[in-house]
């Protein structure tokens, strides 16, 4: 059965950080990419960041880049979202999800559709006050 389960999310003052996980089992880690999305309600789901491991790329949305890191772990099966210098537009559910297109979202800013991933987390809220 494949998995994805966020945790990490919570409640945080502006200015402050959290460090999102993202634990994948029930496929082949190393065959997909992972991305981060956020969504607020009435709105769409935006793309946060995006890694490869195979292709060895790493992309952020404009809005994220420059605050927030994302890493792997492909011992643990695990992808994480560090997030600093939060602000309250942060403040979202925050999905991870897992694409076998890889080399396909490579090109322009395919990573950032949800369409082109195949699993989803339930995700976790993150909550930023001012």
């Known amino acids: 059965e494949v998995q994805l389960v966020e945790s990490g999310g919570g409640l945080v003052q502006a200015g402050g950080s959290l460090r999102l996980s993202c634990a994948a089992s029930g496929f082949t880690f190393d065959d997909y990419a992972i991305g981060w999305f956020r969504q607020v309600p009435g709105k769409e789901r935006e793309g946060v960041s995006f890694?490869?491991?195979?292709?060895?790329?790493?992309y952020y949305a404009d809005s994220v880049k420059g605050r927030f890191t994302i890493s792997s772990d492909n011992a643990k099966n695990t992808v994480y979202l560090q997030m600093n210098s939060l602000n309250p537009e942060d403040t979202a559910v925050y999905y991870c999800a897992a694409s076998s297109r890889w080399k396909t979202l490579l090109l322009s800013r395919l990573w950032a559709f949800p369409h082109n991933y195949d699993y989803w987390g339930q995700g976790t809220q993150v909550t930023v006050s001012s």
């Open positions: 890694i490869s491991s195979s292709a060895g790329r790493i």
